[in-house]
């Protein structure tokens, strides 16, 4: 029975020994730590913020837009290509002039000239007697709409430079006027006769387009578009749906 005493009072006594020397060791781990004498206590360096001049040179995954348009004024002078008449051939010079309200949309406003030159079948088919009924040549037009920009990126050119581009469609409503040569044939006495007429004449429709913007700066850009006016042709009695599809190209200037 002593044996057993003695036993049972030595182990009570070492678990007591063993609780009570763990804060201790703890402690003294803890004032080792702290004191000059013992290992170096782990500092935090604080994160020091990130200025807008340094966050601007970090590299992020969707960076920046490098090109504002809000709340700016753009003047697009262009140069347009008629090329889906089958007679006649289109040049077109004129200008945009937008206003953006943000970085999506912008209300503008077209001008433009047209000039002509007859394509060698107009020619072929006069030399076999053959005549259109109506030659419609554009001359003024003048549209206003918006143009929205849903997309935006970057393209790289032989690795040397970067250009950001945009997307965009336009739509809207215009006034096209034209010169209508209109060739009609009455028959008499002395045969048949062919009769020709000019006649100017103004047609309201829309337009609608797509294109892109290569911006050079934050306030150039080369700007090509396709766009076509859609509108009903009237002469006399007769009507026809007109499209006058314009390939352009030319430089924005954002004010």
């Keep these: 029975m002593m044996k057993r005493g003695v036993i049972a009072t030595f182990g009570v006594a070492s678990l007591l020994s063993m609780f009570s020397a763990s804060p201790a060791f703890a402690q003294e781990e803890d004032e080792g730590l702290d004191s000059p004498s013992g290992r170096p206590a782990a500092t935090s360096t604080p994160v020091q ?16 837009k490098p090109v504002t348009k809000a709340r700016r004024i753009e003047i697009s002078p262009f140069f347009a290509y008629l090329p889906n008449d089958d007679f006649v051939r289109g040049y077109i010079p004129g200008a945009d002039i937008g206003f953006h309200f943000n970085e999506g949309l912008s209300f503008e406003a077209t001008l433009g000239y047209g000039i002509h030159s007859n394509k060698q079948l107009l020619g072929d088919i006069r030399k076999m007697g053959v005549q259109p009924a109506v030659l ?32 965009f469609f336009a739509t809207g409503f215009g006034v096209t006027n034209t010169e209508l040569e209109i060739t009609t044939s009455a028959t008499g006495g002395a045969g048949e006769t062919v009769i020709k007429e000019k ?24 700007r090509v578009e396709l766009r076509n006016y859609a509108y009903t042709q009237r002469v006399d009695s007769n009507y026809n749906n007109r499209n006058n599809l314009l390939l352009s190209g030319g430089f924005s200037f954002l004010l």
Excluded: C, H
Aim: no cysteine; glycine share 10%.
């Design 49 to 64: 913020a990130l200025t807008e001049k340094d966050y601007f040179r970090t590299i992020k995954v969707v960076q920046k």
């Design 199 to 222: 006649r100017d004449a103004s047609f309201q429709g829309y337009y609608i387009g797509i294109g892109q913007r290569y911006y050079f700066t934050n306030w150039m850009a080369l």
């Design 136 to 167: 419609d040549r554009m001359g003024f037009l003048g549209s206003a709409g918006f143009n929205w920009s849903p997309l935006y990126g970057k393209i790289a050119y032989l690795e040397r430079k970067i250009f950001a581009y945009d997307l």
